[in-house]
């Protein structure tokens, strides 16, 4: 019996491990929708489970859930769930990433639901459903956009002697504001310009600039081209005059441009979008406010179009439960839902001027609406491109050099476009 | 011994020592082969063994092929895997223009970690290898950052490094020395993540250097102060060959840990600044969970593994000659 005791035990073992080892991972509940969105921005998860409680409650039939992904490496862990076989049925995601999900099939093409419920895409921005169709197909929806403009400190253009920045100002206008209002040194330093070199207010200041970061075709890098060049010099020339702290002040803990900019050490700010203005209304005792980025030398404005979007995967169980959903969080009633935590604009514009959006403190005291609005005629779609990150970095590491005044423009500019051409080449074998 | 039963074995036992017979063992009938394999015994044998044999097959053994296999592949987690010989192989050693400057990059990681760890090491093995009552907490204290979780080193080390308010810095002060950017400047952020990987791993290496000092015979140092020997002369002529067998060891792991870095680039500089830390498995991930290069991915895993294989055996070979394992 001994021996029939110890089998049986080895056999519990065994099964023991083999259910331990299963993971835990669950399939999705027939009627139950799975959303997965980043940890980062806790007012949307907070709407998107209000959104979930109220869609349930008009359709008792269909299980929202609401899944939160840490944001470090949000990406990378939307894409291997979905490769993995696990896949959300709606997921939130960037501007940047939808040529990736065109190629890789991830996401459903919203037309054929579009198509068959004759649902009016005519009640959005049609920027923002341009933005989010590449190759005749709408990738996903959203409540809101945002794109690119400047903050700037009244108190110090007051203190400086400059009028405050208008539409029609110019890159000369901003340079010559900056000079004004520079002052000081070492850690007391007020800079007349804070001026990022991520890739958004780079691609806005090369286009305004009359030049381009890539040719229309996506195809080949044109960084190195007389106009973008010019266009990298007046940054590094802005910086070179000591108006605008080079990357390295930026890397320094405490040193980011908004914590300067917060701290009342800088005349004007560019590389950011509206969702500055909700942490910067918390700051006391400075005076701030928001104007549309500089047209360029010769050209207008470039903005560049920050669109956060929530799409249908096409491994999705239910897909026609997933389409309702989506489309009541870019309901009237969704999107009037979401006023509170909206960073953006509303994509809709019969609801871009409600009270709730225009009312509030951002607007009334820092003009946080009509310069985005008056940007919308000159916004700029992200680049179309798969490996976006990819050439997004190599740009990044290839300009830092001339940034720190390592390395000059023009040879600068050459090598970078050299690996980034590589790197486009790459995408469409 | 031919007089005894073909199945029993004569053994003389202490027939040394005289006096004791030689007795003979009977030994049990050879078991069948159904027996051998099918008996109660050895099937719960088995199935104990079971839990441990998956999970080796499958998440060990099984993915390693399965990696070996995707290196030959192109794939991007979506669309069907496609074979392509040795491209990713050739792309990785002659095309890509990142993989010798990351693969360079890594090595000098290396070259700053590994004398700064193992004599590090040594001499904290060295310090704690006394008899003072409280030893075991000191010992224990250093050894608390192995157990501690990555992301808890990162963070404490972040704000230890941090320019403004860093600690570090803050000492730094008092000597007259301004704030240095320890993880922002391209040039210093190396050495610094270097720092606190050396830092990570000492009580590991420590607890190794122990036991090989704790193996060493007393009566040697005995008879090297009877020679007179001092200090640094009993530890030149007794601890440092006798510990050479545990240094080699330490190294070893320590060069193999090395090139595989890749929690605290991740934590601390993901790979900046302008790419001064994307060591190789940084990169590695990169290419496969920022650009789903799985296939690729897979080709830099093998060769990484061939890198570690065959500095491994230049060390047996080259180093392992001159290290005394036994006295003698």
């Known amino acids: 019996m001994s021996g029939v005791r110890t089998v049986a035990a080895a056999i519990a073992i065994t099964m023991l491990v083999a259910v331990g080892c299963s993971g835990g991972g669950t399939e999705n509940a027939p009627g139950t929708i799975v959303v997965m969105l980043p940890s980062d921005n806790p007012g949307d998860i907070q709407l998107r489970r209000a959104q979930a409680e109220a869609f349930m409650k008009s359709h008792p039939k269909i299980k929202v859930q609401v899944q939160v992904i840490p944001s470090e490496g949000y990406n990378e862990r939307v894409f291997t769930s979905i490769g993995g076989g696990n896949a959300p049925d709606i997921f939130n995601s960037g501007d940047v990433v939808i040529p990736s999900i065109v190629q890789r099939h991830v996401a459903l093409d919203l037309n054929q639901f579009v198509k068959r419920d004759n649902y009016d895409l005519g009640q959005f921005y049609p920027q923002v459903i341009q933005g989010l169709t590449l190759d005749n197909q709408l990738v996903g929806l959203t409540d809101n956009w945002d794109t690119q403009v400047m903050y700037y400190n009244r108190d110090l253009f007051q203190k400086a002697g400059v009028p405050e920045p208008t539409a029609d100002w110019t890159w000369d206008d901003v340079v010559s504001a900056a000079q004004k209002i520079t002052s000081g040194s070492g850690g007391s330093k007020t800079w007349g310009l804070l001026y990022e070199t991520w890739f958004a207010p780079l691609d806005d200041q090369v286009y305004s600039f009359g030049g381009q970061v890539f040719s229309d075709d996506g195809k080949q890098c044109l960084l190195d081209e007389p106009q973008s060049v010019a266009a990298l010099q007046s940054i590094v020339d802005v910086m070179k005059a000591g108006y605008a702290p080079q990357p390295q002040v930026f890397e320094q803990e405490g040193q980011d441009p908004f914590s300067i900019f917060a701290a009342g050490h800088a005349g004007m700010w560019i590389g950011s979008g509206r969702w500055s203005a909700f942490d910067l209304q918390g700051v006391k005792d400075l005076d701030w406010a928001i104007a549309p980025r500089p047209n360029g030398p010769d050209s207008p404005r470039s903005n560049f179009f920050h669109l956060a979007m929530y799409a249908i995967t096409s491994a999705s169980n239910d897909k026609n439960n997933a389409w309702e959903f989506l489309k009541y969080m870019v309901s009237p009633e969704g999107i009037t839902q979401a006023f509170e935590s909206m960073q953006g604009i509303p994509s809709r514009p019969a609801l871009a001027e409600d009270p709730k959006i225009t009312n509030t403190d951002i607007v009334q005291q820092h003009d946080a609406f009509q310069p985005f609005v008056e940007s919308l005629p000159t916004v700029r779609a992200a680049p179309f491109l798969s490996n976006f990150f990819e050439v997004d970095d190599a740009i990044g590491n290839g300009l830092d050099p001339m940034w720190r005044g390592e390395a000059d423009v023009q040879s600068t500019a050459t090598k970078v476009c050299q690996r980034v051409d590589e790197l486009l080449s790459e995408q469409q074998s | ?328």
Do not use: C
């Not at chain 2, 290196?71 to 987690?77: A, G, Q, R, V």
């Not at chain 2, 009877?226 to 330490?250: C, E, Q």
């Not at chain 2, 680039?265 to 498995?281: E, F, K, S």
């Open chain 2, 1 to 328: 011994m031919s007089d005894q039963a073909p199945d029993a074995i004569a053994r003389p036992l202490g027939d040394q020592t005289g006096g004791l017979p030689a007795v003979a063992i009977p030994v049990p009938p050879r078991p069948s082969l159904r027996e051998r394999w099918l008996s109660r015994d050895t099937l719960a044998a088995y199935l104990f063994l079971a839990p441990a044999l998956v999970h080796f097959l499958v998440f060990f053994l099984g993915l390693v092929v399965i990696s070996l296999g995707l290196s030959f592949m192109s794939w991007d987690l979506f669309s069907p895997a496609k074979f392509v010989g040795l491209a990713n192989y050739k792309r990785l050693l002659f095309e890509d223009p990142d993989f010798w400057p990351t693969f360079w990059r890594t090595t000098y990681y290396v070259v700053l970690v590994i004398p700064t760890a193992v004599a590090a090491e040594l001499l904290l093995a060295l310090a704690v290898n006394t008899r003072l009552r409280a030893i075991k907490f000191f010992r224990a204290t250093y050894f608390i950052p192995v157990v501690a979780s990555a992301v808890a080193v990162a963070l404490v080390w972040g704000w230890i490094l941090n320019t403004q308010s860093g600690i570090l810095n803050w000492f730094l002060g008092f000597f007259g020395i301004g704030s240095i950017d320890w993880l922002g400047s391209p040039r210093l952020a190396m050495p610094s993540v270097a720092l606190v990987q050396v830092w990570r791993g000492l009580g590991e290496g420590m607890i190794i250097f122990l036991a090989g000092l704790q193996a060493i015979p007393q009566h040697l140092y005995e008879a090297a102060e009877l020679d007179g020997a001092g200090r640094w002369a009993k530890f030149r002529s007794v601890t440092w060959p006798l510990l050479a067998p545990t240094t080699f060891f330490v190294t070893v792991l320590e060069v193999i840990g090395s090139f595989q870095v890749f929690d605290m680039i991740y934590l601390l500089t993901r790979g900046g600044p302008a790419q001064a830390t994307t060591v190789y498995n940084y990169e590695l991930y990169q290419q496969a969970f920022r650009d789903f290069r799985m296939g690729y991915a897979a080709a830099m895993t093998w060769l990484l593994f061939v890198v570690i294989g065959v500095l491994t055996l230049i060390q047996f070979r080259v180093i392992n000659r001159r290290v005394q394992y036994e006295l003698g």
